[in-house]
């Protein structure tokens, strides 16, 4: 399996996947300042792989801290979050995974100082070993909405490179395949990162699974010649009734897919599910450097002065979704009634169903 990203005695080690396809590179982050600028540099991308960097980066910065006082820890805690949390605003797993460190601070802040940093540094490992747990089962559920033959189509990447392993939208490609359905996935470039080009087909090759990368105008041609049977896709938040903010151009896609009857599926972990957040016109939406348009591999291809529009997502509405894939099931309209059941379920302790 992938390691798109590992604690370590060194510190937090993540494979470079700005360096993908053509080079394997890693880089060890020794400090949560270093871990913010490997997320915000797109080092490491996607939104349950952004919440268990996030978490190591808080327990990078707690293991280190000089504090001696339960106050002093509290506030360097507090500024270590600050820090990570102003990174990526789109990908709610990142906000998740702060909360969720920040709760466990508050179980253990009766304990000595020395097992509060102890216990952090555990709760980060623990959400990278249950993120992998928790993509399996989504593959598992996912399986089933899959063609027995034929093409799939992506957009960006939702595999390993994404999580901790194996995947959400990925996921639920290899556990279909696994259980012997012959799919052949066409991967969407992804421009402006080509995420699509560059990680989700470099993912499949290796896994052995016949891949195709088109350019993000082909999508729709390739859906009227009947060279796709279903779209898969992750998400970086969900709101409470379905929307899906996903990496910019997913709502073309969802669109195109409605034109052609061909169903669109959303893969997502409950942690990526913001019921906060009752419709997508709430999501923020993460501007990004004009250069990563204007410019491949550092040469322009725009004329200089051109005005540029640089989203990272967009958001595609509930009523494009033919289903969302979770880890305790699969969700369908009306969303505001099948999410928060799901989300209120885990909550509960209930186990996810096999």
């Given at each position: 399996?992938i390691?798109?990203?590992?604690?370590?005695?060194?510190?937090?080690?993540?494979?470079d996947?700005?360096?993908?396809?053509?080079?394997?590179?890693?880089?060890?982050?020794?400090?949560?300042?270093?871990?913010?600028?490997?997320?915000?540099?797109m080092?490491?991308r996607?939104?349950?792989?952004?919440?268990?960097?996030?978490?190591m980066?808080?327990?990078?910065?707690?293991?280190?801290?000089?504090?001696?006082t339960?106050?002093?820890?509290?506030?360097?805690?507090?500024?270590?979050c600050?820090?990570?949390?102003?990174?990526?605003?789109?990908?709610?797993?990142?906000f998740?995974?702060?909360?969720?460190?920040?709760?466990?601070?508050?179980?253990?802040?009766?304990?000595?100082?020395?097992?509060i940093?102890?216990?952090?540094?555990?709760?980060?490992?623990?959400?990278?070993?249950?993120?992998?747990?928790?993509?399996?089962?989504?593959g598992?559920?996912?399986?089933v909405?899959?063609?027995?033959?034929?093409?799939?189509?992506?957009?960006?990447n939702?595999?390993?490179?994404?999580?901790?392993?194996?995947?959400?939208?990925?996921g639920?490609?290899?556990?279909?395949?696994?259980?012997?359905?012959?799919?052949?996935?066409?991967?969407?470039?992804?421009?402006?990162?080509?995420?699509?080009?560059?990680?989700?087909?470099?993912?499949?090759?290796?896994?052995?699974?016949?891949?195709t990368?088109?350019?993000?105008?082909?999508?729709?041609?390739?859906?009227?010649?009947?060279?796709?049977?279903?779209?898969?896709?992750?998400?970086?938040?969900?709101?409470?009734?379905?929307?899906?903010?996903?990496?910019?151009?997913?709502?073309?896609?969802?669109?195109?897919?409605?034109?052609?009857?061909?169903?669109?599926?959303?893969?997502?972990?409950?942690?990526?599910?913001?019921?906060l957040?009752?419709?997508?016109?709430?999501?923020?939406i993460?501007?990004?450097?004009?250069?990563?348009?204007?410019?491949?591999?550092?040469?322009?291809?725009?004329?200089?002065?051109v005005?540029?529009?640089?989203?990272?997502?967009?958001?595609?509405?509930?009523?494009?979704v033919?289903?969302?894939?979770?880890?305790?099931?699969?969700?369908r309209?009306?969303y505001?009634?099948s999410?928060?059941?799901?989300?209120?379920?885990?909550?509960?302790?209930?186990?996810?169903?096999?």
């Amino acid at each position: 399996m992938i390691q798109t990203l590992e604690w370590t005695k060194a510190g937090v080690r993540f494979l470079d996947q700005t360096k993908l396809p053509t080079e394997e590179v890693y880089v060890t982050c020794r400090s949560y300042q270093e871990v913010a600028d490997v997320i915000r540099g797109m080092v490491v991308r996607g939104a349950p792989a952004i919440g268990v960097a996030a978490a190591m980066g808080i327990a990078l910065g707690v293991e280190s801290s000089r504090a001696q006082t339960l106050e002093e820890f509290e506030r360097e805690l507090h500024e270590i979050c600050r820090v990570i949390g102003e990174t990526r605003p789109t990908a709610v797993n990142l906000f998740w995974a702060i909360r969720r460190m920040q709760e466990k601070f508050q179980s253990l802040r009766a304990c000595p100082l020395s097992k509060i940093r102890r216990g952090l540094v555990e709760e980060a490992q623990r959400m990278h070993v249950e993120d992998i747990s928790i993509n399996q089962a989504m593959g598992r559920h996912g399986a089933v909405l899959m063609p027995a033959s034929g093409g799939v189509l992506t957009h960006c990447n939702a595999g390993a490179l994404a999580t901790c392993g194996y995947g959400t939208a990925l996921g639920v490609v290899r556990a279909a395949v696994e259980q012997g359905k012959q799919l052949h996935v066409y991967a969407d470039e992804t421009r402006p990162f080509l995420q699509g080009a560059r990680l989700t087909a470099w993912e499949l090759v290796k896994d052995g699974i016949p891949t195709t990368v088109i350019s993000d105008s082909m999508s729709g041609a390739m859906m009227r010649q009947g060279k796709i049977g279903a779209v898969i896709v992750g998400a970086d938040r969900i709101a409470a009734n379905g929307d899906v903010a996903n990496k910019i151009g997913t709502y073309t896609v969802a669109v195109l897919a409605r034109e052609h009857a061909i169903p669109f599926y959303v893969a997502a972990p409950l942690s990526t599910i913001d019921l906060l957040t009752p419709e997508g016109s709430q999501i923020p939406i993460e501007q990004r450097d004009p250069s990563e348009v204007t410019h491949i591999a550092g040469k322009p291809i725009t004329p200089p002065g051109v005005e540029v529009e640089n989203p990272a997502f967009d958001v595609t509405p509930a009523r494009f979704v033919s289903a969302i894939v979770t880890e305790h099931g699969i969700a369908r309209a009306p969303y505001e009634q099948s999410l928060t059941s799901l989300v209120r379920a885990a909550a509960d302790g209930h186990r996810p169903p096999e």
